[in-house]
């Protein structure tokens, strides 16, 4: 699209869909990392939870990198910050609130820039990831407050559960019990 190319606007578009990707690839190292150890720990199906998770932000990842590069922009591979090194349940759904919180107030500021510029599509494209940012904030919301009144009877309801998936869908499908 080389016209694009000559809208003063869409270089803060490109900037913000390529800060948001970076985003994505921190959010996937991070979950990724973080799910080994509950793993580890023997917290199956906190495990499946969070790899789920981390596959939606490879999904959103791919997402911006294409419409970058309908913009004939050059999608990064840099992470947006250092990942965390995983402790226990408690402070990983802590980390990742806090993450999801901070993802959803940048798409919010990043939607509103494209609007700006008159770029429908990339709103667009950052409204539908919001709505499945709030999905993954609303399950780490919920289970951190889980684990802070219930403690470890909560968490042994999740003690020697299955890690297992099944075919590999997308956890906001998953939480509205629709099919991939
Ligand atoms: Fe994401
Ligand atoms: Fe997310």
């Known amino acids: 699209m080389p016209q694009a190319k000559k809208d003063p606007g869409v270089k803060k578009v490109l900037e913000a869909l390529n800060q948001a990707r970076s985003m994505e690839l921190q959010a996937i190292h991070q979950y990724m990392i973080q799910h080994y150890v509950l793993d580890a720990l023997d917290y199956g199906q906190l495990c499946a939870n969070i790899k789920l998770i981390a596959v939606d932000e490879m999904r959103h990842a791919e997402k911006f990198a294409e419409r970058i590069e309908s913009l004939d922009g050059q999608p990064t591979c840099d992470k947006a910050g250092p990942i965390v090194p995983p402790q226990g349940p408690k402070e990983i759904f802590t980390l990742d609130t806090n993450l999801e919180t901070n993802t959803v107030a940048?798409?919010?500021?990043f939607a509103a820039v494209c609007r700006q510029?008159?770029?429908?599509?990339s709103s667009n494209l950052f409204e539908q990831i919001i709505a499945e940012e709030d999905v993954h904030l609303g399950y780490y919301q919920e289970t951190l407050e889980h684990i802070k009144t219930l403690g470890d009877a909560f968490l042994a309801k999740y003690a020697a559960t299955s890690k297992h998936t099944g075919p590999i869908k997308s956890f906001v499908k998953v939480?509205?019990?629709?099919?991939f």
């Open 117 to 121: 510029a008159g770029d429908s599509l």
């Open 106 to 109: 940048a798409y919010n500021k």
């Open 175 to 179: 939480m509205a019990k629709e099919d």
